[in-house]
């Protein structure tokens, strides 16, 4: 069948070359077929010969691609949707803010130091940020060292992502330390905290920046 080797028929089917004849026959023949050219596909080939050569293959081609993408698409539509854990992680995260606290006022730096992740940033109300546990400690240590020293804080709105592997929290604090005459002075205003779910389930504070304005 020199129709086979012909360049136009091997461009319109680059995936199927090399062919054998038969191979060919059952790929373009049935082009033929719908277009009358009967002598060019069946000449010298009984009629019953003809159908199984010719019609039946690229029928169960179609028919097999057909339930492979059917049964992709069945797959794609019957994964689940994961579950809703959002009010769970609200409630870790408000819990580990009241033990955040309980640290803070123990003025224990490394114990507050341990809710923050790795790489976590702090920009604290006129110091300089302090990236990564290390200058973060740092920066808390220099903190609660400072004559009358007191800070409390309660978030008022915690957010948490439809993946629950983010999360943004929104508080009050009250931030109290001695000015040069020793008296007290005390500052209220807000914080932001953005959270991150870590590989093992809890959660760790990503940044933590606080404003000096109510």
């Known amino acids: 069948m020199p129709w086979t080797h012909s360049p136009a028929i091997q461009s319109a089917f680059p995936v199927c070359f090399p062919l054998t004849p038969e191979h060919a026959a059952s790929i373009v023949g049935p082009l ?3 277009l009358g050219e009967f002598k060019l596909c069946a000449e010298g080939i009984p009629m019953n010969r003809f159908y199984s050569l010719v019609l039946v293959p690229p029928l169960l081609c179609i028919l097999a691609l057909t339930l492979v993408a059917c049964s992709a698409g069945n797959q794609q539509q019957s994964q689940p949707e994961p579950p809703d854990t959002r009010a769970a992680d609200e409630s870790a995260i408000r819990a580990l803010d009241a033990d955040w606290v309980k640290a803070v ?3 224990d730096a490394a114990q507050t130091t341990s809710f923050y992740s790795d790489g976590a940033s702090l920009l604290a109300p006129g110091a300089p940020l302090a990236t990564r546990k290390d200058a973060i400690q740092k920066s808390w240590v220099g903190l609660m060292g400072t004559p009358g020293f007191a800070l409390t804080f309660a978030p008022t ?3 948490v992502s439809r993946a629950s592997d983010l999360a943004y929290d929104l508080g009050e604090y009250q931030l109290t330390t001695n ?3 020793g008296k007290p002075q005390t500052v209220k205003a807000k914080y932001v905290v953005v959270w991150g779910k870590q590989p093992g389930g809890t959660w760790k504070a ?4 606080a404003t000096t304005t109510q």
């Open 157 to 159: 709105k915690i957010e």
């Open 179 to 181: 000015d040069k005459k």
């Open 32 to 34: 033929y077929l719908l």
């Open 206 to 209: 990503l940044v933590d920046t």
């Open 105 to 107: 006022a123990a003025k």
